[in-house]
């Protein structure tokens, strides 16, 4: 009798136990299935901001897409908080670079304009350095500046056709990284300077790898994206994942220096071999990007076209193109 006993109590131990393990090891399996549907985390960001991205809304705007088949974040208003963000970045120390290129007629037109709206809304609360390459130095405008931000004038060399200008762009980015940047920033962002800052363009808008959607094709079926087409071009794509914009990229140093030296790389051989890209730069950044998916993509709120009708998706506005002054800008 006392045996039996004893071996009932065995069992229903032994019973408790595997019910006990069994439950534990598929929480366990839950919570990895669950990790994997969150956005990736970046390598070597610190900890303390990586996890920021877990408090983004993805349903906050449903009539727009808010994730990458990839898991990378794409932008909007109402999907993050920006006072959380800003603080993160600010006790992360966070140090942002700003490349801005105004070669020629293109320094009296637009850079003015491109600086004083910058100043207002461009990484607010964070240290901010501007580098301005321009072949006319002396003809940059003196302005006072915020606490905490710099600006540094870089001479550059004046190509003579625009199209050679705005690709000899990438060789000198990549130079400028390695030469003056590194170990200074945690981030870099590369901008156009025909636009116009109109609102906050804040710290979510950073990221390891950030790529602009182009706001003239974020609704476009994919056949109507202009990549370049051509076989003989390093640009050339049969097939792609959105249709990113040149006019801002950004990201670590590591990765803006990868992309800009893909790119620089790519032109020359295209070069070498009598062709080239339909978009120029613009057709080599979205190879790149569709051979390396960038980790954080913006929405066309934070580049947004006014000529463009439907503006139904754009809650803000926070960068603008500027009316583009090709006969004044392009013309020798
Ligand atoms: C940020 O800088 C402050 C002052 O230099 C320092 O005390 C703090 O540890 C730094 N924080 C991080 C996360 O590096």
New binding site residues.
């Given amino acids: 009798m006392g045996r039996t006993a004893g071996t009932y109590t065995c069992l229903v131990l032994l019973v408790l136990g595997f019910i006990c393990f069994t439950s534990l090891y598929l929480r366990y399996l839950t919570s990895i299935s669950f990790m994997k549907n969150l956005p990736m985390a970046t390598e070597g960001a610190?900890i303390?901001i990586t996890n920021l991205d877990s408090t983004l809304d993805f349903r906050a705007r449903p009539a727009v897409q808010t994730l990458t088949s990839w898991h990378a974040p794409i932008i909007w208003e109402l999907m993050f908080d920006p006072k959380l963000y800003d603080k993160r970045h600010q006790?992360?120390?966070t140090t942002v670079a700003l490349t801005v290129f105004a070669v020629g007629r293109y320094l009296d037109a637009y850079l003015n304009t491109f600086l004083t709206s910058a100043e207002k809304h461009f990484m607010i609360g964070l240290p901010v350095t501007y580098y301005v390459f321009t072949d006319l130095p002396e003809k940059v405008p003196k302005f006072e500046l915020a606490p905490q931000r710099d600006l540094k004038v870089v001479k550059v060399q004046k190509n003579s056709r625009w199209q050679d200008i705005s690709m000899m762009r990438m060789k000198t980015i990549s130079e400028t990284i390695e030469t003056e940047l590194e170990g200074k920033f945690s981030y870099l962002f590369c901008f156009d300077v025909d636009q116009e800052f109109k609102g906050r363009f804040g710290s979510e808008a950073l990221g390891e790898s950030v790529a602009l959607l182009h706001a003239h094709f974020y609704k476009l079926p994919k056949e109507r994206f202009t990549y370049d087409k051509q076989p003989k071009s390093k640009a050339y794509m049969k097939e792609g994942d959105y249709y990113y914009h040149a006019a801002i990229f950004g990201g670590s140093l590591e990765k803006v220096k990868a992309l800009a030296d893909f790119c620089h790389v790519s032109i020359m051989e295209d070069k070498m071999n009598e062709v080239e890209a339909l978009w120029h730069d613009e057709s080599h950044l979205n190879k790149y990007f569709w051979l390396n998916k960038p980790s954080r993509l913006l929405s066309p709120e934070y580049c947004w076209d006014p000529i463009i009708g439907d503006k139904s998706d754009i809650m803000v506005t926070r960068l603008i193109w500027e009316p583009k002054q090709y006969n004044m800008v392009r013309t020798r």
């Fill in positions: 610190p303390l006790e992360g120390n």
